[in-house]
Every structure is written in structure tokens, then in C-alpha cells.
């Protein structure tokens, strides 16, 4: 898509474009409130600005369209094929990760978070156990980190600076 298009959509329309990037709600008005944006930069800084002050409740809200990591998603949206091309170096390792995925998830509550893309599952399943010694408050923190890489090269593959 291009921005001319995502500054002329209606909010609705515009908020859709942006939802798989990052299901968080408030992030997506601030956005689209931006607007209009004069190249992909610009949307690029309001985005990562938007998404800086990612906490708890806002990994919690993005965390319902990501599946667990190793895990194939549910369904066929735009999400699941996002997931789906973003796990895709994820290979072996399998059992370790799904053990982790419960030690993690035993721990924290929440599923294990992470920019897949580019990362080997060997990288992964290091972050992964690493991670399990962070408290509570720090582990948020990575874990939101790690949605603002997703939501920003979902946003860089979604646009293009025409």
C-alpha cells in the first residue's frame, strides 16, 4: 500500500491496514490520527513514538492474534500468514521450545513473545531461556520491545515510500 492510499482511507479502513501490524488499540488510533503522512519515515517515527510507552496491558491486548512461537497460527487472516513467513526459520529444536513455552508461560502468564523474523530457532530458544531469569517488570519491558520490532517491520513491509 502505498500512503497516499492509507491517508485517504476512512479511519475504519485506516485502522484495518494497521491492525495486523499490532492489536493495540491504542496505538492504532494514535496512528491513524497522525495522519497524513508525508513518506514512510515519518510513519515509522509516529509509530515507534505511539508505541513507546508499551506496557502489560498492551502486550496482553497484542498477544490474541500471536500464536505461540513454534506453533503454526489458526486461521488464514492477515495475521496468521504474517506469523506464518515471520516463524519460517523456526525449525528443530521443536520439543525444547514447547518446553519452554511452558516454563515461560508457567512463570509469566503470558505466552513467550519475540521477533521471529531473521532468528533461527537456536536464537530463539537462547532468548527464550534467558528471558525465564527476568523478573516480572523487566521481562514486560523485553516483551514489549519485542512487539514494537514486530509491529515496526510488519509497518516497513506493509508500505511502500512512493
Known amino acids: 500500500m502505498d500512503l497516499d492510499t492509507f491517508n485517504a482511507l ?13 492489536e493495540v488499540g491504542s496505538w492504532i488510533e494514535g496512528v491513524v490520527g497522525s495522519r497524513p503522512y508525508d513518506s514512510l519515515d515519518s510513519l515509522l517515527v509516529i509509530a515507534e513514538a505511539t508505541s513507546a510507552p508499551w506496557g502489560a496491558a498492551e502486550v496482553d ?12 497460527p489458526a486461521g ?45 530457532s537456536a536464537e530463539v530458544l537462547d532468548q527464550l531461556t534467558e528471558r525465564l531469569d527476568n523478573d516480572p ?10 512487539l514494537r ?14
Not at 476512512?10 to 499490532?22: I, K, M, N, T
Not at 520490532?149 to 509497518?155: C, H, N, Q, S, Y
Open 10 to 22: 476512512g479511519s475504519a479502513e485506516a485502522a484495518a491496514v494497521l491492525r495486523p501490524c499490532a
Open 61 to 72: 491486548e497484542a498477544l490474541g492474534q500471536h500464536p505461540r512461537i513454534g506453533e503454526r
Open 137 to 146: 517488570e523487566t521481562e514486560i519491558a523485553v516483551a514489549a520491545g519485542q
Open 149 to 162: 520490532e514486530i509491529a515496526l517491520l510488519r509497518l516497513k513491509g506493509i508500505f511502500t515510500d512512493d
Open 76 to 120: 488464514g487472516g492477515v495475521e496468521a500468514t504474517l506469523s506464518t513467513a515471520e516463524q519460517s526459520g523456526i525449525s528443530g529444536d521443536e520439543d525444547a521450545i514447547a518446553d519452554g513455552n511452558r516454563a515461560y508461560e508457567d512463570t509469566f502468564g503470558r505466552i513467550f513473545l519475540i521477533r521471529a523474523a531473521g532468528r533461527t
